[in-house]
């Protein structure tokens, strides 16, 4: 079956449509609790919410936030985290990482990542380490945990703080604990295109320590815990109770939402495993991998275009990154030069992937690629 290349029947790289139908009349009751209770801010969602993804997670406390940028630039702040203080972080992520560390006036340090997991790699980390780091932030990029185990115990071998950025990488498993739980903070977004979005933006910093729920629970709110009695310089970042109800339809399904990933990505691998001048994404045993993105890599300089190919034939992709975060224009001066993330940001390309897969769909997918890279 040809699907020609017109909107209507185009393979977008992400399809909401199916799920926001099915859940419609759960999403349109919900709305409407919210209307009817009269509380839009910090009312009941909000609490709930916090409370679900906690025990979902098994995690002490969740405090709900505006977008996953603004957990992690809280979650630098409830650190200590400030002037001239270096935090390693990949520069192999989506620009908010590191502009959550400029935010807060420190040092972003860029730590070069592993080719088959485009993840920080810790040999790279631990050079990267001098007297002035605080934090380390690794990145569960596409959905995959990094090498918690081994940045752990770096970490804790120099005394540094531990934020991960979960945003792309709820529901994944680490050695049988959830990505974000591990370190001292996780941050998680719920932008409509991670694997639990709401409808708008949203986030959420997790912690099991108190000290720090206190203090990001202030921080979302005027640096204040009683209104009209602000004791820190904190931000307005309270996620909406909207979003929170939608959210509370939406999380009982990730576990299955998260597992259709798998499925779909079992599918590609049995599809596109062998094709010559392309690398499938690698899973490590240490991790359950949740595939917010399935990125292959496209050898031989061929990847824009195997893009073009596939817009040709009504499929959208996606290029996560184009450009490295330390050659983005306002890190470009620091010219760091970290080879792996800048070889894979020329051969990365993201396919269609989501919980709502048609096996047929990715067979088109794949025969689309076979024939582009003949
Ligand atoms: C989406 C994302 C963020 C930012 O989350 P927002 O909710 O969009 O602010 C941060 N880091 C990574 C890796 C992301 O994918």
Request: glycine share 6%; charged share 25%; proline share 6%.
């Given at each position: 079956m040809e699907q020609p290349s017109t909107f209507s029947n185009r393979i977008p790289v992400l399809d909401l449509s199916r799920e926001i139908r099915e859940l419609k009349p759960q999403l349109m009751q919900a709305a409407q609790d919210v209307l009817d209770g009269g509380a839009f801010i910090m009312g009941d969602n909000v609490r709930q919410l916090e409370r679900e993804i906690?025990?979902?997670?098994?995690?002490?406390?969740?405090?709900?936030?505006?977008?996953?940028?603004?957990?992690?630039?809280?979650?630098l702040l409830a650190a200590g985290i400030g002037e001239g203080d270096e935090v390693i972080t990949?520069?192999?992520?989506?620009?908010?990482?590191?502009?959550?560390?400029?935010?807060?006036?420190?040092?972003?340090?860029?730590?070069?990542?592993?080719?088959?997991?485009?993840?920080?790699?810790?040999?790279?980390?631990?050079?990267?380490?001098?007297?002035?780091?605080?934090?380390?932030?690794?990145?569960h990029l596409?959905?995959?945990?990094?090498?918690?185990?081994?940045?752990?115990?770096?970490?804790q071998a120099h005394g540094l703080h531990v934020i991960e950025d979960a945003a792309q990488a709820f529901g994944a498993d680490h050695q049988?604990?959830?990505?974000?739980?591990?370190?001292?903070i996780g941050c998680f977004s719920f932008f409509p295109s991670k694997n639990l979005g709401a409808f708008g933006d949203g986030g959420m910093l997790v912690t099991n320590s108190g000290?720090?729920?206190?203090?990001?629970?202030?921080?979302?709110?005027?640096?204040?815990?009683?209104?009209?009695?602000?004791?820190?310089?904190?931000?307005?970042?309270?996620?909406?109770?909207?979003?929170?109800?939608?959210?509370?339809?939406?999380?009982?399904?990730?576990?299955?939402?998260?597992?259709?990933r798998r499925q779909a990505a079992?599918?590609?691998?049995?599809?596109?495993?062998?094709?010559?001048?392309?690398?499938?994404?690698?899973?490590?045993?240490?991790?359950?991998?949740?595939?917010?993105?399935?990125?292959?890599?496209v050898m031989d300089g061929r990847r824009d275009e195997l893009k073009s190919a596939l817009d040709q034939a009504g499929i959208g992709t996606?290029?996560?990154?184009?450009?490295?975060?330390?050659?983005?224009?306002?890190?470009?001066?620091?010219?760091?030069?970290?080879?792996?993330?800048?070889?894979?940001?020329?051969?990365?390309?993201s396919l269609p992937i989501g919980p709502h897969m048609e096996a047929e769909t990715q067979a088109y997918i794949a025969r689309k690629i076979v024939e582009a890279l003949r």
């Open positions: 906690a025990g979902y997670l098994g995690v002490n406390y969740a405090v709900a936030l505006n977008s996953g940028t603004d957990a992690l630039v809280i979650a990949t520069p192999f992520t989506f620009f908010a990482t590191a502009e959550a560390i400029s935010r807060v006036n420190a040092v972003p340090v860029f730590a070069d990542v592993e080719p088959d997991t485009f993840n920080l790699n810790p040999d790279r980390l631990k050079e990267a380490i001098t007297p002035r780091t605080k934090a380390i932030i690794p990145v596409f959905g995959q945990p990094a090498d918690m185990d081994r940045l752990m115990e770096l970490a049988g604990r959830k990505a974000g739980t591990i370190g001292d000290d720090i729920a206190e203090q990001a629970t202030m921080l979302r709110a005027h640096g204040s815990k009683k209104k009209y009695y602000n004791e820190l310089i904190g931000l307005n970042s309270r996620l909406d109770e909207i979003q929170a109800a939608f959210l509370r339809v939406k999380l009982p399904y990730i576990e299955k939402w998260n597992e259709d079992r599918v590609y691998r049995e599809l596109l495993g062998q094709v010559s001048g392309l690398k499938c994404p690698v899973e490590t045993e240490r991790a359950r991998h949740v595939f917010h993105q399935y990125t292959v890599r996606a290029v996560y990154y184009p450009l490295p975060v330390h050659k983005l224009p306002v890190y470009e001066a620091m010219q760091a030069h970290m080879p792996v993330a800048e070889q894979l940001s020329g051969e990365v390309l």
